[in-house]
């Protein structure tokens, strides 16, 4: 594997280039979900900004919200793929040159904020009643998140016998044992 990379492998740039059903997924929910209806409905309630920080833009926020609940990702989740992963940052409209990514505690207060004031099940009946009004229907899907955590090499219940979810993957020269989630 050689260090340097190619201008292939800067998007905009690429001849080769295939685009994949997250990408049609993503320009689908953005030309369908009626974001300026959602962020008037949520900005009375979004907190304003005084002398400190500036708060996030409500609808980047709002389309995080989104990714979270179309893709699973937890909060922690959410945070990374936004540093990993092109696509999620261009649908949420971050440019990391100038914008600052949410951490995941900015992300939790937002979904607290929407859960306080009952906004997600507003949210949510808006836009599926927008999809049924253009014929589309959004299934939920699943993703899983495995974590690897260290633990011994022989993992025992009381029962001295081993837990079927346990699998011990191996990663590089050392021994994890993964749960699925």
Known sequence: MSGQITFAEEPSLSRRRKQTKRERFLAEMDAVVPWARLVALIEPHYPKGGSGRKPMP?????????LQQWFGYSDPGMEEALY????????????????????????????RLLERHALAQAIFAEVQSVLQEKGLLLQEGKTVDATLIHAP???????????????PPRHASESFSAIKL
């Open 153 to 167: 090499s022989s993992t025992k219940n009381r029962d001295r016998k081993r837990d079927p979810e346990m699998s």
């Open 84 to 111: 990993e992963v092109p696509l999620l940052r261009q649908f949420v409209g971050i440019d990391l040159g100038r914008d600052f990514v949410p951490d995941e505690t900015t992300i939790l207060k937002f979904r």
């Open 58 to 66: 409500l609808e980047r926020m709002l389309r995080i919200h989104f």
